[in-house]
């Protein structure tokens, strides 16, 4: 530091200049003795400029000494300044980079280590940096732990600065973990659960286990506008529909307190379906994050308003598609067997031979009939995906239909495929679609049923049968309400579908669905 060495050039030179003067000033005198007489006055040269131009010089190199010595004392402090307000810098841009508890009080440990320069240890909540060392130790403000300086003289009161900075940087860091942790469980509950009285149950007790609320609820909107309390847990509310009339309209727009220390947010995903509500102190410092959580709310009443609709599409489809089965199969069947019976009755009395011939197709035709109505019903019959998973579902299916429809069935199943409900059911209507068609219509003596996942892109279900095959899809009827409906079900979900078939050559049906 340049004031540093200004201080001892000073100090070099209050040691050499005064002796070094009254060394020139004696010197200079004796050298003019021999052309001066030898009085008084020479003692009192001597005196004067051998003594006082020493200790002068000496006094002005002190008084500059001095005033060097508190600029280098200014620029210490404000060096040591510099270095604490680093330190404390360094405390928060390292806990915006640590993810988690363990690794925050490592980076703290390290950067105050390096910026202070001598050891430190750091422990916090039970995880531990650095060496204990015996030296100074303060607490960390709120928070379990400690701050220790491995140093021979460290300023106590710093420290205690220091530890505040540290427990703030440290708390950012646990309420950080705790919200990412909330998230993750509010989506692992969004991805495990169907049922929406079930899901709204599990996001309400991780929203109000969060925000430390003593009661909640969630009310959604019905179609005539009246607020529909679904889930209440220790709240003070109506038990049934009401119209949402002062405080509650504003709820319905944003954030808002019906009450003292109840807060409602509304559930908005496009357009508002419902509201949160919480009762708790202390509410109004966590609005932001509530209100995200609820928009994940409001996204999970969607999604599950979603699927109840495509449900009911696909319950109204499969009438309709049973409806023209029976129009175009067992209908006509009917009207046939009914004609055959009235010429077999006119015929009886005429030609028996000709009759017993007709009679023998109308018992033909009521035994496919029989058959296909059986198929049919079983096709109908629900099966638990919930209860037995869906590939012991897919495997139970598969068997009992085969046996029904007289052929043999071989499957590829993995040991577990990863998808959502929705891409699961999706892969389930196809592999009931194929089967049936494949009966109906390949006649076929063997099906492969092969299931396999596809890395990290989805699942490939595969229906391979030895059928009769067909040349388009539309000659085998499979153009309209078949494979068609899978066709769209499948693409609505960003998958692949597709056939292939080859008359004698049998019938391929393939399905490809994302996570």
Known sequence: MVSENLLRLVRLAQRLLPPLIAAVVVAFELALLPYRHQDMTLW??????????????????????????????????????????????????????????????????QALQETLGYGVALEVEGVRAGEECGGLRVELPGLRGFLEACSEAPDRVFLEVLAHEVAGALQSVVARSRDF??????????????????????????????????????????????????????????????????????????????????????LRARETVGVLVLRGQGLSRRIPFLSFLASQVALAVRNAQAYLRAEELAINEERTRIAREIHDGLAQSLAFMALKLDLAERLLAKDQEAALKALREVKDALRAQIREVRRSIFALRPIDLERYGFLESVRRYAQAFAEQAGFRVLLSLPERVGLSQASE???????????????????????????????????????????????????????????????????????RFLVRSEPGKGTEVVAEVPY
């Open 44 to 109: 009192l040269r001597l005196g004067f400029y051998g003594l006082v131009g020493p200790l002068v010089t000496y006094a002005v190199l002190e008084w500059i000494a001095q005033e060097v010595l508190e600029k280098v004392r200014a620029e210490r402090a404000l060096e040591e300044a510099n270095r604490r307000l680093q330190a404390a810098g360094r405390i928060f841009r390292e806990a915006l980079k640590s993810q988690n508890l363990e690794e925050a009080t490592g980076r703290l440990a």
């Open 181 to 266: 942790l909330t998230l993750y469980e509010v989506d692992q509950a969004l991805k495990a659960e169907a049922n929406l009285d079930r899901l709204l149950e599990g996001l309400l007790e991780r929203i109000r286990a969060w925000a430390e609320a003593q009661g909640g609820g969630v009310l959604l909107l019905d179609e005539e506008g009246f607020l529909v309390p679904r889930v209440v847990r220790d709240l003070d509310l109506p038990g049934h529909p009401f119209l949402p009339e002062g405080p509650w309209r504003g709820a319905l727009e944003g954030p808002i307190f019906v009450a003292r220390d109840t807060l409602a947010l509304p």
């Open 425 to 495: 059911l999706v892969l389930f209507r196809v592999l009931q679609e194929a089967l049936t068609n494949a009966a109906k219509h390949g006649k076929p003596t063997r099906v492969e049923v092969v299931l396999e996942p596809l890395g990290e892109r989805g699942a490939r279900l595969t229906v391979r049968d030895n059928g009769k095959g067909f040349q388009s899809p539309e000659a085998a009827g499979l153009g309209g309400f078949g494979l068609t409906q899978m066709r769209e079900r499948v693409e609505a979900r960003g998958g």
